[in-house]
């Protein structure tokens, strides 16, 4: 599905930036009965292809069926929500990929063993290169990354020496992190942090000292917090027997986070994604309510 941009922001000079960029989108559209001839083409190729398995050898027909894929892919790509160069990645070596089960969180990690690192991918569209911003000492985990939105700093989780769960931030330009001043407890876990419009911070903590009841208490369970950057203080904003994860702030200004549902319902796995303003209040479901499936929702 392509965006609807009107006509008159084709070359209009005060349009905002995003539109500026989409005469290189509309000379693709121009293209695209051409495209969906491809497209059309390409289906039926590829069943020939299937069919006749290893004993394929029209090169036309595989040329055609190449160039169809490279329409496509080239009219996917020219969509002006991707005009950009540099893409913020975690690289995690494929024999620890750091996944808690999903009762458990960042807690539940052992601390180290992890080849992991945050980085800038460039020319993604040709195959991409890495260039390393930030590699943990002592194969710690990095994850969780949330980038500001003027691009200039990033949050992720991590832990110490000590292997206690942190909240870190990091200038995008490069330098070493600092660890954010959260809820400083020998036993708490802090992790999995977002920037809010308001420029304070939400994360999620085992700061209520509850454990997951089928498991016997052996994974910690998360709430969300709220930092407020100006004065240091920290508000409890969910109180749930069970998890509330992956805090994230929607375009509309809202939080959407995944809280799990375990009692009085009709099995134990129901993930509800609930939305909330950024202090807390109005917290509501935004997916997944009063049905039976999906029973577990990630994203």
Known sequence: HMPSIDDTNRVDPGAEPRLRRAPRYWRSLDDLQQTESFEASAGRIAKVLGALGAAADDLKTHALYFEAQRAVRELALSNPL??????????????????PANWQSNSCLGNGGYDNDLAVMTDWRSGGKFATLFRPEGGRFIGDVDLHHDGSRVLFSSTDAKGAWGVYELAVAGGQPRKLPLIDDSDVCNYDACYLPD?????????????????????????????????????????DQDHDWCPTVLPDGHVMYLRWEYSGLPHSNSRIIFQMNPDGTGQMALYGSNSYWPNGVFY
Do not use: Q
């Open 82 to 99: 991707l005009d950009f160069e540099k893409i913020l990645v975690v690289r995690r070596g494929e024999n620890n990929l750091a996944l």
């Open 199 to 239: 420029g304070n911070i939400m994360f999620t903590s085992t700061a209520p000292m509850i454990g997951v009841p089928c498991v016997r208490g052996s994974s910690k369970v998360t709430n969300l917090y709220l930092l407020e950057t100006r004065s240091g203080n920290i508000r409890r904003l969910t109180f």
